[in-house]
T-cell receptor, first 111, second 118 residues
């Protein structure tokens, strides 16, 4: 079993839809939770990060962490065709630089 | 530089050959990471450096893989006796050292080196 599980999709939604992306994990030592976005043939770029449990909002994006359930989510409101990409969750413990990534979910937003 | 630079962007080699992949991190970033990403998968951790030393090399799959960072800046990932299963995109990332101990470890990635072993 992988430390971080993420449904690979693909997920296809119409423009303007609310998108929900999720990851589960098994390592209770994870303290930092991140979402990266990766366009085709590009490196991942950081969207958001959250420390421990709670919510964080940044524009159309909201990240949620539920450590009791070992479950994290990313919500995208008013999705746009430019949001079409692969979304990767990533996690780390408190005293390591090592990030563990999920498989990535491919999202397509149709105009 | 402004971002993480990786060369070559594409490398095609034959099974059994030796390959070197280079990473030039963001100026001032003391931590450097190598990941491998196979098609349809997330990045898989290989190794990371704090300065010149390898802080964690637990992800290197076997002794054919080796990485160095002799002056604490540029790093080279070396793969000996390449196999077809080594075909993947090799991603390099860098981060500020103090982020690791005082907050989230924000990695900035390069575009990757795509390795194809025939």
């Amino acid at each position: 079993q992988k430390e971080v599980e993420q449904d690979p999709g693909p997920l296809s939604v119409p423009e303007g839809a609310i998108v929900s992306l999720n990851c589960t994990y098994s390592n209770s030592a994870f303290q930092y939770f991140m979402w990266y976005r990766q366009y085709s043939r590009k490196g991942p770029e950081l969207l958001m990060y959250t420390y421990s449990s709670g919510n964080k909002e940044d524009g159309r994006f909201t990240a949620q962490v539920d450590k009791s359930s070992k479950y994290i989510s990313l919500f995208i409101r008013d999705s746009q065709p430019s949001d079409s990409a692969t979304y990767l969750c990533a996690m780390s413990g408190s005293n390591t630089g090592k990030l563990i990534f999920g498989q990535g979910t491919t999202l397509q937003v149709k105009p | 530089g402004a971002g993480v630079s990786q060369t070559p962007s594409n490398k095609v080699t034959e099974k059994g050959k030796y390959v070197e992949l280079r990473c030039d991190p963001i100026s001032g970033h003391t931590a450097l990471y190598w990941y491998r990403q196979s098609l349809g998968q997330g990045p898989e951790f290989l190794i990371y450096f704090q300065g010149t030393g390898a802080a964690d090399d637990s992800g290197l799959p076997n002794d054919r893989f080796f990485a160095v960072r002799p002056e604490g800046s540029v790093s080279t990932l070396k793969i000996q006796r390449t196999e077809r299963g080594d075909s993947a995109v090799y991603l390099c990332a860098s981060s500020l050292r103090d982020r690791i101990y005082s907050g989230a470890n924000v990695l900035t990635f390069g575009a990757g080196s795509r390795l194809t072993v025939l």
